[in-house]
């Protein structure tokens, strides 16, 4: 399995982009990247996800580097309600797309 | 509308005593999964299920048991044997192996010893 690696924590100013990183160097082909958010004592959202192409919905945007080797997740015009923990995660079908979390990057959006 | 229910919201559990944490879903997905996570700490599988009356063991399964006896719920008994059982206790679901679309998530039962 692809693992990932993120930063610990990051600060974001409210109104403004936030840029959180993910490296995934030992991704496969056939591996896609999710992203998911958890704000706290909550379930886990789901935010985007992507294989090889940049993604972007109502949320935010996936950018995928051309080597698959790193990603970043971009939103747009944080809010203090942004502030939660950021999963970058891999998966891919022969392993019926199970989801590894793991530590995440603590977002805190201050105004 | 749709979307994962869990319940309880909390639970207390009495040494040597088994407990069941409900998930039930109405967005017709075929599978289900069940997740531990301890304070601090990113989401561990214990158990999925991709097709009714058939489940697999995940990383941690060890202590638990579930059934999947209908497509829409995937009941998850925490037994005696989990000697450390408190923690906070998700569901999820998506369309399964044919599928890479996202697991949706409930919003958990924290379970909690006496």
């Known amino acids: 399995d692809a693992k990932t690696t993120q930063p610990t924590s990051m600060d974001c100013a409210e109104g403004r982009a936030a840029n959180l990183p993910c490296n995934h160097s030992?991704?496969?082909?056939?591996?896609?990247v999710y992203w998911y958010r958890q704000i706290h004592s909550q379930g886990p959202q789901y935010i985007i996800h992507?294989?090889?192409n940049n993604e972007t919905n109502e949320m935010a945007s996936l950018i995928i580097t051309e080597d698959r080797k790193s990603s970043t997740l971009i939103l747009p015009h944080a809010t203090l309600r942004d502030t939660a923990v950021y999963y970058c995660?891999?998966?891919?079908?022969?392993?019926?797309?199970?989801?590894?979390f793991g530590a995440g990057t603590t977002v805190t959006v201050r105004a | 509308d749709g979307g994962i229910t869990q319940s309880p919201k909390y639970l207390f559990r009495k040494e040597g005593q088994n407990v069941t944490l409900s998930c039930e879903q109405n967005?017709?997905?075929?599978?289900m999964y069940w997740y531990r996570q301890d304070p601090g700490q990113g989401l561990r599988l214990i158990y999925y299920?991709?097709?009714?009356?058939?489940?697999q063991k995940g990383d941690i399964a060890e202590g638990y048991s579930v059934s999947r006896e209908k497509k829409e719920s995937f009941p998850l008994t925490v037994t005696s044997a989990q000697k450390n059982p408190t923690a906070f206790y998700l569901c999820?679901?998506?369309?399964?192996?044919?599928?890479?679309?996202?697991?949706?998530f409930g919003d958990g039962t924290r379970l909690s010893i006496l």
């Open positions: 995660i891999v998966s891919y079908r022969s392993n019926d797309y199970k989801l590894s």
């Open positions: 030992t991704i496969s082909g056939n591996e896609y």
């Open positions: 992507g294989l090889k």
């Open positions: 967005l017709n997905h075929d599978a």
């Open positions: 299920s991709q097709i009714v009356n058939d489940f």
């Open positions: 999820a679901s998506n369309w399964g192996d044919q599928s890479n679309q996202p697991q949706h």
